[in-house]
């Protein structure tokens, strides 16, 4: 193989390597809120984002659990992160969506009040989860830091883990 | 290394399924030890096993193999009758095979078992026996190569090693092998001339243990001659008839070999959940179809359109059933391993118990199969060691010596039975009861109201034993335990019936597969849950007034009997927001014995639905057996019948006592708190009534027909005083609307004012019964329809 050859193979690797590590420093993000707070979690956990339909309730479970739905011929649990989190529970708008979030074989919807928006953030710029919350139970992954906000980022295993 | 895992892959396949067979032909020798057909089957797999086995260098396994393979070869060739101990050393190294085979299985080699114990005990067999001089009977077989195998045998000590074979070797070995063969064949032509003769020769002489091919040929023999056929004669054509039957045993079995591919159970898994969707699909249609029917009576495009649905539903429920029966195992599968069992525990609890099998060609899904193993063997257990007496106690009681357990499976509607009898010492009822009490698992109070069956399945209460002592075989008071709860994870039933000193029947009761089954709907409030038809016995249609109150339980009178009831709503936590009504349905529920009186608000009917798991993160919900997706692309959940059960006895029931109602009422402090909802579909008109009440300052609220109406109400949004409903509306009209909003029991009271240009007196008294308190017809002046809604809602004059 000739060196000139080799060069270019080189610069190649140092290329890809360098995007590589660009794309590990940026963590991409979807908004949402539920109640007054903002809330994000990982775009790679999230199966896919649906307009509210109908479910069944299922007995003997918290709250929380409204019950079950059909997803294209899958039984998904659904949960409702507004009672969750421990707010009043609200009337479905407009705006409220179901996020299908999956980890592993785990998938189960969850509703929440709005959508914001897909958020780019570095690495650098997510602090920990404040000490007083912070533990191995804690659902929060931890604090984006953004211009004019922070963003609650969650634990999406956890947000799967039953814990009833 | 991939290609020597995918040849092991292979020689375990193999090995396993001729395994699994052996079992069963060797007790089957045990009875017939001079069964030549099954010698050699038994012969051929100890071979097989040998050669591959060599082949992978699996040594050990070798060893032992070609070990068994002197013993029975010389059992083939009738130098050694089978005797049950010699049984005995062969059955312990086909368990020691089996060992290895597993061993190799997990860890690919077959180190780890000593076999050496074994083989001394088979090589003294093999050796012992080998040196009493050999019959005269098989001369012409022990004259050809024969020996040089007997000597390579007996001198065992240096094994055939094939692998350590140069090519020339190997050749000679083969050509050896065929020549052997073929003098094995011409020894059993041989022999069966000889047996075709004796039986012709002399008559009277009981036929032998093997008469198959004897008769076989004996019977067309005689018949092209029905004079006294001279014995040469008769001889010939019995000879030239062998010709072809000697080569069948060879050529039969490549003929019997069923066409077949292997095909990986995922992909099968696969296919039967696809088919699940269709079926899901199917349903939707058909609904879908009847929705259309109801639309557009007499349309003729209907015809065509009911056509194309049926056939899809036709034929997705042939496809169904067609792919059900790609998983589906013939239960011998399950049964093979029980003659031996039984053989193994006879000797050991010294009594003499024969097992009759049947069905074994019925056939179940197959992780059905895998299931029913358990279950089997700790109830033939119990039969053996329970069930059947000792000889001298059967000989004291006029019974044969020998017991018998039969276990026979056979289909019976959706669901396959199986069924163990014995015809043993049978069960006591007195005794089941003194025993239960006396151990405290049930009450003297129980125990006095509970019919004899129900005192049979007694047994499988946890903790529960009737044996005195604990042995090995069983008495420690978990096997029916467990045999119940396996049986009732299969959504199957048990059922018993026994006789003292006549023996026990049980019958297992299953369905033929796990994912698709039919059920019964039925509605509770606003909810519908599905419950396994299998598990209904019957349903009834009862006024409130049948319903008792014992002991807090409510119970009704079915025929003869009383029935515990429970209200599913009660059960599922249901929210009683929906009008009793006077009338309620109860389905029987029956498993086993037990009976259980489910009351439901309606029921929807059959239907044929795909079970499916609710994950990881809702499982172990008591009560619930997983959910289903119905026609209109909604979940229901699936009733666990086994878990209802249980619950009922701890379910206080509310069903009963009306809900109280809370009345809210709000205290209207401007005209705006007041609310009215308009129904109609004619933009026009509501634009009417809007313009007639807006003035006095009221909440209007507009809907364009009575599902959104319906909806709008449901969803809480506003407190509405009163409603004006048009009758005649697309998707639902004024008096379906009254009538679901008088199914609530907090809109009860509310005043709904039908609006309409139906003047007719029907349609009056139709408005009555459908629950509207006053009747506008159109046309009518601005005036009057505001003082008819203010008089409706009580309107306060002071925000006039």
Same mark, same amino acid.
């Given at each position: 193989m000739s060196d000139q050859l080799k060069e270019v193979i080189n610069q190649q690797n140092k290329q890809q390597n360098t995007d590589l590590n660009q794309l590990d420093d940026i963590v991409q993000l979807v908004g949402f809120v539920i109640g007054d707070e903002e809330y994000a979690i990982p775009i790679l956990a999230i199966q896919e984002i649906i307009k509210p339909f109908s479910w069944t309730r299922v007995p003997q479970v918290p709250a929380y659990v409204l019950g079950v739905f059909n997803l294209r011929g899958a039984v998904i649990p659904l949960i409702d992160l507004r009672s969750k989190f421990g707010l009043q529970t609200k009337k479905q708008s407009d705006e409220t969506r179901f996020i299908v979030m999956r980890h592993g074989d785990d998938v189960a919807g969850f509703v929440i009040d709005r959508l914001t928006m897909a958020i780019r953030l570095k690495k650098r710029d997510i602090g920990p989860a404040p000490d007083t919350v912070s533990g191995k139970d804690t659902i929060i992954e931890g604090v984006g830091k953004q211009a004019d906000k922070i963003i609650t980022i969650l634990k999406v295993n956890k947000l799967l883990e039953r814990d009833f | 290394m991939d290609e020597f895992q995918e040849i092991l892959q292979d020689f375990l396949i193999e090995s396993f399924e001729l395994v699994e067979k052996l079992d069963e032909d060797l007790v089957e020798l045990e009875n017939n030890p001079e069964d030549l057909e099954l010698l050699n089957g038994i012969f051929r797999v100890a071979h097989t096993v040998k050669g591959a086995s060599s082949f992978l260098n699996f040594d050990v396994l070798t060893h032992l193999t070609h070990h068994m393979e002197d013993v029975l070869n010389k059992a083939r060739h009738g130098d050694l009758i089978i005797t049950p101990d010699i049984m005995d050393v062969v059955l312990e190294s086909i368990d020691l095979m089996k060992a290895l085979l597993e061993t190799i299985r997990d860890t690919s080699a077959d180190a780890g078992i000593d076999v050496a114990a074994c083989v001394v005990r088979l090589d003294k067999i093999s050796g012992g026996d080998g040196?009493?001089? @050999?019959? @005269? @009977?098989v001369e012409a077989v022990e004259a050809t190569p024969e020996p040089v195998v007997e000597e390579a045998a007996v001198a065992a000590?240096?094994?055939?090693?094939y692998d350590s074979m140069s090519p020339d070797d190997l050749e000679a070995e083969i050509e050896k092998l065929l020549q052997e063969r073929q003098d094995e064949d011409k020894a059993k032509r041989q022999a069966k001339i000889d047996a075709g003769e004796e039986v012709l020769a002399a008559p009277p002489e009981p036929i032998e243990d093997e008469p198959a091919p004897a008769k076989a040929d004996a019977s067309p023999a005689p018949a092209p001659e029905p004079t006294p056929a001279p014995v040469p004669v008769a001889q010939a054509p019995a000879a030239k008839k062998e010709e072809p039957k000697a080569a069948a045993p060879t050529k039969r079995a490549p003929a019997a070999v069923e066409q077949t591919i292997r095909v990986d159970v995922k992909r099968l898994d696969h296919l039967m959940n696809l088919i699940g969707e269709l079926v899901l699909a199917k349903n939707r249609l058909i609904k879908i179809n009847d929705d259309v029917e109801e639309r557009y009576e007499g349309e003729e495009f209907l015809e065509e359109l009911n056509q194309v649905v049926s056939i899809v539903s036709l034929v997705t429920t042939d496809l169904q059933i067609a792919v059900m029966k790609t998983r589906m195992l013939p239960i011998g599968k399950v049964f093979n391993k029980f003659p031996r069992m039984i053989r193994d525990l006879s000797r050991e609890l010294n009594k003499k118990i024969d097992l009759v099998l049947g069905g074994e060609d019925t056939e179940l899904d197959k992780s059905i199969v895998e299931e029913i193993g358990d279950p089997l063997v700790h109830i033939i257990r119990n039969s053996c060691d329970h069930g059947v007496e000792t000889p001298d106690i059967r000989l004291a009681q006029g019974k044969n010596e020998t017991g018998t357990i039969g276990l026979k499976a056979y289909n019976e509607g959706n669901q396959i039975v199986i069924q163990i009898d014995d015809d043993g010492k049978g069960l006591d009822a007195v005794m089941l009861k003194d025993k239960s009490v006396e151990k405290g698992l049930i009450t003297e109070k129980e125990a006095d109201s509970m019919s004899d069956k129900e005192a049979f399945t007694l047994i499988f209460k946890p903790g529960f034993s009737t044996a005195a002592a604990v042995t090995s075989v069983s008495g420690r008071g978990v096997g029916m335990d467990v045999v119940k709860t396996n049986i009732e994870k299969l959504n199957g039933m048990i059922d018993i019936d026994s006789e003292i000193g006549v023996g026990t029947s049980m019958k297992l009761k299953i369905p033929l597969t796990l994912a698709i089954i039919q059920a019964l709907l039925v509605g509770v409030q606003e909810e519908y849950y599905a419950i396994p038809l299998a598990s209904v016995l019957e349903t009834v249609r009862i006024s409130k007034d049948e319903i008792y109150t014992v002991e807090g339980r409510s119970v009704m009178r079915l025929r003869e009997e009383v029935l515990s009831l429970v209200h599913i709503g009660d059960i599922f936590e249901v929210e009683r927001i929906l009008d009793a009504n006077e009338h309620a349905y109860v389905v029987v529920l029956g498993l086993g014995t037990s009976k259980l009186g489910l009351i439901v608000d309606t029921l929807v009917g059959q239907e044929e639905i795909v079970i499916k798991s609710l994950g990881d993160y809702l499982k172990g919900i008591e009560g619930v057996a997983g959910a289903t997706i119905r026609g209109d692309g909604g979940v229901t959940l699936i009733v666990d019948v086994v878990a209802l059960m249980s619950m009922a006895r701890d379910v206080k029931s509310t069903a009963l006592s009306e809900p109280s109602s809370a009345v809210v009422s709000h205290e209207k402090t401007k005209a705006s708190d007041y609310t009215i909802m308009i129904v109609d579909d004619s933009k026009t008109d509501r634009t009417i009534m809007r313009k007639a009440l807006e003035p006095i300052g009221i909440t209007l609220v507009e809907a364009s027909d009575g599902q959104e109406a319906l909806n709008i109400l449901k969803s809480g949004d506003y407190n509405f005083d009163a409603m004006l409903v048009d009758i005649e509306m697309p998707r639902m009209d004024g008096y379906t609307l009254a009538t679901e909003i008088k199914k609530y029991n907090k809109y009860k009271n509310l005043p709904l004012i039908a609006v309409t240009s139906r003047t007719g007196k029907s349609d009056r008294m139709r408005g009555v019964e459908s629950g509207m308190i006053e009747y506008i017809t159109k046309p009518y002046s601005a005036d009057y329809l505001s003082s008819v809604v203010q008089r409706n809602v009580n309107f306060k004059s002071e925000f006039l």
């Open positions: - | 040196e009493v001089p @050999a019959p @005269a @009977a000590e240096d094994e055939v090693d």
